[in-house]
């Protein structure tokens, strides 16, 4: 089965320090991988995706994820946090073999920037 | 591009009414999604479509719940009758592909419903 986590909650970091949220997944076959940020009271909006190639997939705002098979991992990285990436961040899988094309989502990490 | 819209941004109905959540996916996107948002569950796939028609409704709690796409512009998705346990936000999303999993997936500002 399909399934995505995301083992921290809250990620708490310094604005200017670099930022790490975790992904972790695990799919029957080959996975499609994005990244999703939700701010408050707004719909999810696109940040990144792995679908095939470099590993190290760059993204939207600064934003990149490397993509790990053998640890099946997919974190969200950025060298140096603003105070505005304070958001909800969503890791999502979809299994390549699968003919339903759907995404399962993460739990969400909710990240906070302080200045 | 108006992104995907959905209509109402908020509703507040009383148990046992019956609710309508409206979608208008991107114009030339041929799939859609409804996805369901709660503190205790997170973000809960309902139902998805592909040209209009349902591919996976597995994610539909129970009958009270339908959904429909008449055309590639317009979706649907209904609640009747509606319980207090159906409070949440609703999100309906839209992509352009053949349904593999791997297009990006766009959401509209989401519907929040309070059902007392």
């Known amino acids: 089965a399909q399934s995505v986590a995301q083992p921290e909650d809250q990620v708490n970091v310094a604005e200017g320090n670099p930022l790490t949220v975790k992904c972790t997944y695990s799919?029957?076959?080959?996975?499609?991988l994005f990244w999703y940020v939700q701010y408050p009271n707004r719909g999810l909006q696109f940040l990144l995706k792995?679908?095939?190639?470099?590993?190290l997939v760059k993204g939207s705002y600064g934003f990149e994820a490397e993509f790990n098979k053998s640890q099946t991992s997919f974190h969200l990285k950025k060298p140096s946090a603003l105070v505005s990436d304070s958001a909800l961040y969503f890791c999502?899988?979809?299994?390549?073999?699968?003919?339903?094309?759907?995404?399962?989502f993460g739990r969400g990490t909710q990240l906070t920037v302080w200045p | 591009d108006a992104g995907v819209i959905q209509s109402p941004r908020h509703e507040v109905t009383e148990m046992g009414q019956e609710v309508t959540l409206r979608c208008k996916p991107i114009?030339?996107?041929?799939?859609l999604f409804w996805y369901r948002q709660t503190m205790m569950r997170g973000l809960e796939l309902l139902i998805y479509?592909?040209?209009?028609?349902?591919?996976?409704d597995s994610g539909m709690p129970e009958d009270r719940f339908s959904a429909k796409m008449p055309n590639a512009s317009f979706s649907t998705l209904k609640i009747q009758p509606s319980e207090p346990r159906d409070s949440a936000v609703y999100f309906c999303?839209?992509?352009?592909?053949?349904?593999?999993?791997?297009?990006?997936?766009?959401f509209g500002p989401g519907t929040r419903l309070l059902v007392l």
């Open positions: 999303a839209s992509s352009l592909g053949s349904g593999t999993g791997q297009e990006t997936q766009y």
């Open positions: 799919v029957s076959g080959n996975p499609y």
């Open positions: 792995y679908i095939t190639g470099d590993n």
């Open positions: 999502a899988v979809a299994d390549r073999g699968s003919t339903l094309g759907r995404l399962y």
């Open positions: 114009s030339g996107h041929n799939s």
């Open positions: 479509f592909n040209n209009n028609v349902p591919i996976d």
